[in-house]
């Protein structure tokens, strides 16, 4: 999904009449608004594209990776990394707005997203199909750990007539403990 979101519009504005222009993350609109005077915001977006295309395929090179792990913690660094994106690109893509309006007076729009009589204005598409992504890496995180994670349960203790030995990592472990010294695992069997 998150892939998918590349080649879809990020940002746009839409006008009376059907003007839409719309910013995806390797293109800008391909028509300029002449009230707007859209080729600053176009440069403004250009500019921080490739940020967001490189912390796109890094949290998806992340999530890949961490459904695979035995451990939840790389798709949490996943979906971290995609509330860090999707954070990034609403500053970005504010401050790129408010930038473009204080130095062109009659744009009419502010911040990343509203209307006016004229026009409405925010993320689009590519943005909210990202979001989507964060919100299945939730998901994965909660089948992880409760189909992936289970076989992970704590192992019993091993006891003979020397004394009681921890079953994760072999550690002789004194008669009272309740957990290992050496790695920490639980000595009450389950």
């Given at each position: ?75 949490l660094g996943g979906f971290r990394n995609s509330l860090f994106t999707s954070l990034i690109y609403v500053i970005i893509a504010?401050?790129?707005v408010t930038a473009f309006c204080q130095s062109n007076p009659s744009c009419g729009i502010s911040g990343p997203f509203g ?76």
């Open positions: 999904m998150a892939l998918v979101s590349l080649g879809l519009p990020w940002w746009g504005v839409n006008g009376l009449g059907g003007t839409s222009l719309q910013w995806s993350l390797f293109s800008t609109p391909s028509q300029v608004d002449t009230e707007l005077g859209t080729t600053t915001l176009s440069r403004a977006f250009s500019q921080i594209d490739p940020l967001v295309i490189g912390l796109v395929i890094l949290t998806t090179v992340i999530a890949f990776v961490g459904s695979f792990a035995k451990r939840d913690d790389i798709l504010a401050t790129a209307s006016t009589p004229l026009y409405s204005w925010g993320f689009q598409t590519g943005y909210y199909l990202f979001l989507g992504a964060a919100i299945v890496l939730i998901g994965a995180m909660v089948y992880h750990r409760t189909f992936i994670q289970s076989g992970l349960k704590a192992k019993p203790i091993m006891a003979n007539a020397q004394g009681k030995f921890c079953m994760n990592c072999g550690k002789e472990l004194p008669s009272k403990a309740k957990f290992c010294a050496e790695c920490g695992q639980s000595t009450q069997v389950q």
